[in-house]
């Protein structure tokens, strides 16, 4: 694991901080020195030409005063028509002209001078004016070293301590910050250590409007649905266990029977009772698989089904029936699915209507345009199978709950108390998972169940539609 991995991410947005408020104040200190060099060193140009003009003006008078600088650091030389030095600072005194540069105009003119009459290594700003005296031209030199960049060295020190302890605070104040904004973070990592699915909790929402807030409402929602989904799973398990646990007491209880009194009953007799219960155990084994295979995402397969041949064959089935099954389909009707789990499906609906009919099932099947249905998930149509009893119907505030899992109204369990309450939780969601809706929808009488599937696309689909009856 390399360094930079275990470093915390405050350490690193300080260290981040702190790099770049050097490479700044390093930045910021270099401009500032290089301000202040080209601000001495333009002072001290017209400091010399001014120092320049001055004797120059003497000169023509006949009036030069000494000394010729008023300064350590200034040299002046005055050199005559011919080229002669005829007057010179101490420094200068018995050495030749500094430079033989000379000014252009009337202006004084400007330059740097390295070697010669000056110390080795040194380069000095030169200055050069005319002056008319004795009937020529002569020529007044200023100079003075040029500035160093650092110019002063308390002022060097000055502006590079002022930088050190500029990116110190910078850094400072950014492990401050990171450590402020990660705060949050921190308390929703302790919360989190501490929800457990016997204790489900929250985490603390900080009250900024930030990415942290937006993680904090994520992670609540998240452990919303997380304790939905566990309190699902409970109710899920316990309503199984309710109901494996009835058939198997119901078979117990035949058998200790048979037991006890072995002269009272026979092998057939308890065979025929203890079927009932054996069929109901396999009922919900396999509503079980079902669910499970569901949840598991298990895919199935997707093929052309002919909805209208595989409802139009359970109408037949159901020909033979107590209760009445009406069924008006329309030809041409296909949807991409499997057509096993299509007929599960369409099985689990009528199973339910005949259980809560008095005397009549009509099942209608057609197809709509994909522009009527509203919908993006109908881009080639939308077939549509309803199944209408003519029972007692359910109260539009318990809807929602047939499709729940084990969950049975009180009319369900008087009517067949056999039921396993999985039959409509596993049509949804058979419909859902090839991307259709089951609902229950409003009727005059009865419960009316409305299947939407998304239709197949095919060259059928422009053949004329006629209306077909089956099993009555």
């Known amino acids: 694991m390399s360094a930079h991995s275990r470093m915390s991410i405050t350490t690193r947005i300080a260290l981040f901080g702190g790099v770049v408020a050097a490479l ?15 601000f001495v060193t333009d002072n001290l140009t017209q400091e010399l030409a001014a120092n320049a003009g001055r004797l120059a003006i003497q000169l023509e008078q006949d009036q030069v005063g000494y000394p010729l600088a008023h300064h350590h650091a200034r040299d002046v030389q005055v050199v005559d028509s011919r080229g002669r030095v005829v007057a010179s600072t101490d420094d200068l005194r018995g050495k030749p002209r500094m430079t033989r540069f000379t000014p252009g105009g009337e202006e004084a003119a400007t330059s740097v001078v390295c070697g010669g009459v000056f110390p080795p290594g040194e380069c000095e700003i030169v200055v050069a004016q005319w002056a008319n005296h004795a009937g020529g031209r002569w020529i007044v030199y200023s100079a003075s070293p040029v500035p160093p960049p650092w110019v002063d060295p308390r002022l060097a020190g000055l502006v ?22 990660l705060r949050p973070v921190h308390a929703i990592r302790a919360e989190l250590d501490e929800i ?49 646990r009835s058939p198997i007491a119901a078979m117990r209880a035949e058998v200790e ?13 308890v065979g025929s009772a203890v079927l009932g219960s054996l069929d109901r155990l396999q009922a919900i084994s396999q509503d079980l698989l079902t669910l499970a ?19 139009s064959a359970e109408c037949r089935i159901r020909h033979t029936s107590a209760k009445r099954v009406e069924c008006s389909l329309e030809f041409g009707v296909v949807v991409i699915g499997d057509r096993g789990r299509l007929g599960r499906l369409l099985t689990n609906l009528v199973d339910n209507a005949q259980r809560h009919a008095e005397t009549k099932i009509n099942v209608t099947l057609r197809r709509e345009p994909s522009d009527e249905s509203g919908d993006q998930r109908f881009p080639h149509g939308v077939a549509v199978l309803e199944v209408l009893d003519d029972g007692a119907g359910i109260d539009p505030d318990k809807r929602e709950l047939v499709f729940q899992r084990f969950m049975r109204l009180d009319a369900s369990r008087n009517k067949d108390p056999g039921g396993t309450g999985l039959g409509l939780p596993i049509a949804r969601q058979i419909a859902e998972a090839i991307g259709g809706t089951l609902r229950i929808e409003d009727s005059p009488h009865g419960a009316r169940f409305v299947l939407r599937l998304p239709s197949a696309s095919s060259a059928s689909e422009h053949a004329p539609r006629r209306g077909h009856d089956a099993g009555r």
């Open 293 to 311: 295979r569901l949840d598991a995402g298990v895919p199935g397969a997707r093929e052309r089904v002919d909805l209208t041949e595989l409802v």
């Open 196 to 244: 457990t699915a016997a204790s489900p909790g929250r985490v603390p929402v900080p009250p900024s409007e930030d990415e942290i807030r937006a993680l904090a409402d994520s992670v609540n929602n998240t452990l919303s649905r997380l304790h939905a989904a566990m309190e699902q799973l409970r109710q899920f398990v316990s309503d199984a266990s309710h109901d494996l």
């Open 160 to 181: 590079v301590g002022g930088a050190a302890a500029l990116a110190g605070a910078a850094t400072y104040l950014g492990y401050r910050i990171a450590r402020a904004a």
């Open 257 to 269: 029977d048979a037991l006890v009194a072995p002269q009272e009953t026979s092998v057939t007799t």
């Open 24 to 38: 700044l104040s390093a930045l910021l200190a270099t401009v500032l020195m290089i301000g202040i060099r080209n």
